[in-house]
């Protein structure tokens, strides 16, 4: 279909005849509509057009009635652009139907005869469903909430999408101005590089993990899927940030390592302290019947070191892993800490000053007093080692409310109230792979001979116990900052460090000795007796209840082991008290683990083993005359 032509030009003799004829063999069935305009922008030639619309009404009209309003300018330019300069272009125009909008896709290239421009041939299709798609896969791109990257194959960034600007926190003008590479953290770069070349070799990536930096200057572990585009030679990455996830695992696995050691702990304290018990009384009792300045008697009191060094070793193992028992009581923290200082000063040398900030109105925490004083000494021992050529140890209280928001960036966080005791130092500070470590049993960077490696690892141990968290923040040459967040307590505080004085040793009465060691019992029978004690030995609870009945004398107390085989020291208690009410207890244990302590009678005392003969005597003493 062709317009009259007029006058005579070009264009009018390349539509007539032969002309038309070709034209209409080659677009007359394309899917594209097409048309030819003359100089003047009058339509002079269409293949088809849309329903509702003939070829005879739009032919001969000037092909800018057939644009919508907005987009007459954009037309106009176009249509005449391409006139003046001969090169091909294209626009898009939205039109208003029945169905909707319907998006039109207009290509406009010259027609020449000779070396001039006669006219033009448009080119249009309907492209709504197309732009639909790439609308679709557009809000798809930025409203993902994986970290969406298209990679250049020199390694640069072409597109990301806002999760991913958000999570690192450069914008997109920033992350394309420098290869991906040097975001990378160095230790994975090299890794991530062999992953790229293959990537571009067409091998696909599932579940790769690298460091990205952060524009604040830390790192966040990503985990990427990627695959090459092998038309345009382009990487399409996927990543999901799994720092928080990966923090909790290396929490978890930690948690792990330390409760196997526990178990372990837990497992051979009760042997351990019962062997430790009888070599220390026995040293004690063969110490008493030497003169002083013997050789014998210093070999003994080297023993006796030994054993309470052991001991001493036991203890911590059984405080880091959480099975030492608690004496809770609302404490002053600053009050325990101001008790401290005294021998914290004895402890520091005379370059290292200490100085301690008090929190006015601190509340009460509820903990056991001598387990805190563990870990405050053991955080300024830690802070000693750092300091060799001296500097600042700083301790600080104070209240903090700690919010569920903050626990969403800090994987190490438990919602609530806390009273913070804070020890920082101007040490040497930690590496990254030693402050991930610090609080491992037995890791120890002081080298040999100095340290068991247990110290931080106890203090973990007794703030996870008291349902604390514990927190250290170090560089390399910036020193060192442990936090102690221990729970808040609503109660107030008791006095903490007052002695108790010391009872008379010896007495006349008669004790029931029950203990399944036979060198325990041994030892113990013999203290008592040296004591003026008199003494009934049985090897377990079966056992002690049927002295007790067969018994016609006065028993004036019962000295128990908690754990005993058949009948433990609580069963055993319980069957005591209906045969003789008013019998009095003292239970001594090596270690008890819940299991035992939670069938106790409340306020029960334990003397924990080993103990020491003055310790035995002195609480038997004052059992005695409660």
């Known amino acids: 279909m062709y317009g009259a032509p007029g006058d005579s030009d070009p264009l009018s003799e390349w539509l007539t005849g032969p002309g038309l004829t070709t034209l209409d063999a080659i677009v007359g069935e394309a899917v594209d509509v097409v048309g030819v305009v003359d100089a003047e922008l009058t339509v002079r030639y269409l293949n088809w057009t849309v329903p509702g619309l003939s070829r005879a009404a ?90 969406l990257v298209v990679v250049s194959p020199n390694g640069h960034f072409k597109r990301s999408n806002p999760a991913f600007t958000e999570i690192l926190g450069y914008s997109d003008t920033e992350l394309s101005a420098v290869p991906f590479l ?103 009792l063969a110490l008493a019947k030497l003169p002083i ?99 600042q140890l700083a301790l600080r209280t104070e209240n903090v409310l700690i919010e569920p928001a903050y626990c969403e960036t800090h994987a190490w966080a438990k919602p609530g109230r806390y009273v913070l005791l804070s020890v920082r130092d101007t040490g040497v500070g930690m590496t990254t792979e030693v402050r991930e470590r610090a609080f491992e049993p037995f890791f120890t960077t002081k080298g040999a001979h100095r340290g068991t490696g247990l110290g931080l690892a106890t203090v973990y141990g007794i703030v996870q116990q008291h349902g604390g968290m514990l927190h250290v923040a170090s560089e390399p040459g910036a020193g060192t900052t442990f936090s102690v967040y221990l729970p808040a307590d609503t109660r107030l505080a008791t006095d903490v460090g007052g002695k108790i004085e010391r009872a008379p040793s010896e007495g006349h009465e008669t004790i029931l000795v ?77 270690y008890a683990d819940e299991r035992y302590l939670a069938r106790l009678p409340p306020d029960t005392e334990i003397i924990d083993k080993p103990f020491r003969t003055e310790e035995l005597l002195s609480r038997i003493r004052r059992k005695l005359d409660e």
């Open 514 to 590: 029950a203990e399944d060691e036979a060198r325990v019992r041994k030892v113990v029978v013999q203290i008592l007796e040296r004591a003026g004690y008199r003494t009934i030995a049985a090897a377990d609870g079966v056992q002690a209840i049927r002295l007790l009945r067969e018994c016609k004398t006065a028993v004036h107390l019962v000295l128990l082991d908690v754990v005993m085989p058949e009948l433990g020291g609580p069963e055993t208690w319980e069957r005591i008290r209906e045969l003789r009410a008013d019998l009095r207890v003292l239970f001594m244990s090596g």
């Open 58 to 147: 739009i032919v001969g009209k000037s092909v800018l009635d057939l644009v919508p309003a907005g987009f007459l300018d954009i037309a106009r330019h176009t249509y005449t652009s391409v006139l003046r300069t001969g090169i091909g272009t294209r626009f898009e125009t939205i039109y208003e139907d029945v169905d909707g909008f319907r998006i039109w896709d207009v290509r406009v290239g010259p027609i020449r005869s000779r070396d001039a421009i006669i006219g033009l041939v448009v080119i249009t299709n309907d492209v709504t469903e197309q732009r639909r798609d790439q609308a679709d896969r557009d809000r798809f791109f930025s409203l993902s909430l994986d970290m």
């Open 293 to 391: 300045d013997s050789e014998a008697a210093e070999c003994l009191r080297e023993i006796e070191v030994a054993g309470e060094r052991a001991a001493d070793l036991t203890n911590q193992l059984l405080a880091f892993s959480r099975r030492q028992p608690l004496r809770p009581t609302p404490v002053d923290l600053n009050a325990l800490t101001r008790g401290l200082m005294k021998m914290l000063r004895r402890l520091l040398p005379e370059n290292i000053e200490i100085a301690f900030g008090a929190a006015p109105e601190l509340a009460a925490v509820s903990a056991d007093p001598t387990q805190l004083e563990q870990v405050i000494v053991n955080l300024c021992v830690n802070a000693r080692d750092a300091m060799e050529r001296g500097g």
């Open 182 to 284: 040097e975001l990378v953290h160095p230790d994975d770069r090299e890794e991530t590089r062999a992953i790229f070349a293959g990537l571009l070799q067409g091998t696909r990536v599932t579940d790769f993990e690298n460091r990205y930096r952060h524009r604040r200057g830390d790192h966040r572990v990503f985990s990427w899927r990627s695959t090459l585009d092998p038309v345009t030679g382009d990487v399409y990455g996927v990543a999901r940030d799994v720092t928080a996830y990966r923090a909790t695992e290396a929490q978890l696995r930690q948690a792990q390592k330390m409760e196997a050691v526990g178990q372990l702990a837990g497992g051979i304290a009760h042997d351990f302290n019962n062997l430790l018990l009888a070599v220390l009384a026995n040293a004690e």
